[in-house]
C-alpha cells in the first residue's frame, strides 16, 4: 500500500487528530479492565501488554525518556502497546510510507535496539548508563549501526520520538506543561 491510499483509508488523520486534542474530543486513551485509562494509569496499574514482551516494554520505556524524558512515566509502552492493537493506530509510522506490520516494525527495532546495547555495553538497554543510552540513540538517529537488523535505524528513532512527544503532551497535563489552556468541550471528572 502506498502513502496516498495508506493516507485516504485512514478515518482520522494525524492532524485532525491533534487539532480535536486540542479542543478536548479526543484523548489518548489505553483500553484496559478499567475502561478507557490513560497510559500513564495503565503504567501505574500494571496493566499487561498485549503486543510487546515485558523486556521490549522496559527496553522502549529506556528509549522514551532518552528521547523525551519522562515519556516512561507517562506510558509510552503501554500507548505503544495499545495501538498497536487498533484498526486505525494514531502513529506517524502510517505516513511514511512503510508497508510492513507496525508491530513487526516495533518489534524488530526494539529487538535490534537491544542486541546493539548488549554488543556494545554487554547489558540490556534499560539498565545501560545514561551516557550509553545517549550514544547508542544518538548513532541509531543518524544510521544502521553495524550489525543492525530491524527498520532503518533513523526511522525508528524518529517514529519510537514522535510516540514519546504525543504520549507525553497528549494529555492534560501535557497541555498544562506546554502552557496551553486545555479547553475540553466536556472536562474530565479527573485528570488524566
Not at 525518556?65 to 498497536?84: K, N, R, T, W
Amino acid at each position: 500500500m502506498n502513502f496516498e491510499e495508506n493516507f485516504t483509508r485512514s478515518k482520522i488523520t494525524r492532524r485532525d487528530m491533534l487539532a480535536k486534542m486540542g479542543t478536548g474530543l479526543v484523548a489518548i486513551t489505553v483500553s484496559s479492565v478499567w475502561g478507557q485509562i490513560s497510559p500513564s494509569q495503565a503504567r501505574a496499574k500494571g496493566v499487561a501488554l498485549r503486543n510487546l514482551t515485558t523486556v521490549e516494554g522496559r527496553t522502549l520505556e529506556a528509549l522514551g525518556d532518552i528521547l523525551l524524558p519522562g515519556a516512561s512515566e507517562a506510558g509510552i509502552a503501554h500507548y505503544v502497546d495499545d495501538q498497536l492493537s487498533r484498526e486505525n493506530p494514531l502513529f506517524v509510522l502510517k505516513y511514511m510510507d512503510y508497508v510492513g506490520s507496525y508491530t513487526e516494525f516495533y518489534k524488530q527495532g526494539l529487538q535490534s535496539l537491544e542486541r546493539q546495547s548488549l554488543a556494545n555495553h554487554g547489558q540490556p538497554f534499560d539498565t545501560s548508563t545514561l551516557e550509553q543510552k545517549v550514544a547508542l540513540v544518538r548513532e541509531i538517529s543518524q544510521k544502521n549501526p553495524d550489525g543492525w537488523s530491524g527498520p532503518p535505524a533513523p526511522l525508528f528513532y524518529f517514529v519510537t520520538r514522535n510516540d514519546a512527544v504525543d504520549v507525553y503532551y497528549g494529555t492534560t497535563r501535557g497541555f498544562e506543561k506546554l502552557a496551553i489552556p486545555y479547553m475540553a468541550h466536556i472536562i474530565p471528572p479527573q485528570k488524566w
